[in-house]
T-cell receptor
Framework: DVKVTQSSRYLVKRTGEKVFLECVQD?????MFWYRQDPGLGLRLIYF???????EKGDIPEGYSVSREKKERFSLILESASTNQTSMYLC???????????FGQGTRLTVV | GENVEQHPSTLSVQEGDSAVIKCTYS??????FPWYKQELGKRPQLIID?????GEKKDQRIAVTLNKTAKHFSLHITETQPEDSAVYFC????????????FGKGTLLTVNP
């Protein structure tokens, strides 16, 4: 059974903190993605990675960075958390040339 | 880049009725169109998809149609059941080196018993 696992289900952080969201997949997928989900705005792509150490900006990269040092792990970093980054964050992975994207269970981040 | 518009944002139907959700895309190079279902508190999961060389695909009570000329695709659910209640997302993927899936904003479907 395929699995994408995010390190935390719920997270509360203070404004200005550096925040790390971790995602691990066990399917040997080349492509990994970070989305942000907000009511009425759907799934918006923050960053994606198509190989180890490779990354590309998505549609809303401002205020975020990513790291992919190993194929199975893709980290989203909020350099200095702000209240407008309070959201549900979803990680996904997908095989190169493949079809289905598999999602993690999501991390609900609250910045206070 | 790709832009995906999805309508309606909410849809309420009676059990047994049909439901139709429509999406349009902007990039004529897009060649893969999946639909995801997200139940409350759960992760999105693929329910059906279609490639650009096919006009229609069916899987039991759900079907997807694609009109490449008009750049729109639709999800059809027949004989709806309460367990079909969820948020549905359409998405589009351009081929080649673009690995992105661009999602619509979602449709909240409520099936009333």
């Amino acid at each position: 059974d395929v699995k994408v696992t995010q390190s935390s289900r719920y997270l509360v952080k203070r404004t200005g903190e550096k925040v790390f969201l971790e995602c691990v997949q066990d399917m040997d997928h080349e492509n990994m993605f970070w989305y942000r989900q907000d009511p009425g705005l759907g799934l918006r792509l923050i960053y994606f990675s198509y190989d180890v150490k490779m990354k590309e900006k998505g549609d809303i990269p401002e205020g975020y960075s990513v790291s992919r040092e190993k194929k199975e792990r893709f980290s989203l970093i909020l350099e200095s958390a702000s209240t407008n980054q309070t959201s549900m964050y979803l990680c996904a992975s997908r095989n190169r040339g493949g079809t289905e994207a598999f999602f993690g269970q999501g991390t609900r981040l609250t910045v206070v | 880049g790709e832009n995906v518009e999805q309508h309606p944002s909410t849809l309420s139907v009676q059990e047994g009725d049909s439901a139709v959700i429509k999406c349009t895309y902007s990039d004529s190079a897009s060649n893969y169109f999946p639909w995801y279902k997200q139940e409350l508190g759960k992760r999105p999961q693929l329910i059906i998809d279609i490639r650009s060389n096919v006009g229609e695909k069916k899987d039991q009570r759900i079907a997807v149609t694609l009109n490449k000329t008009a750049k729109h695709f639709s999800l059809h659910i027949t004989e709806t059941q309460p367990e079909d209640s969820a948020v549905y997302f359409c998405a589009a993927h351009s081929g080649g080196s673009n690995y992105k899936l661009t999602f619509g904003k979602g449709t909240l479907l409520t099936v009333n018993p």
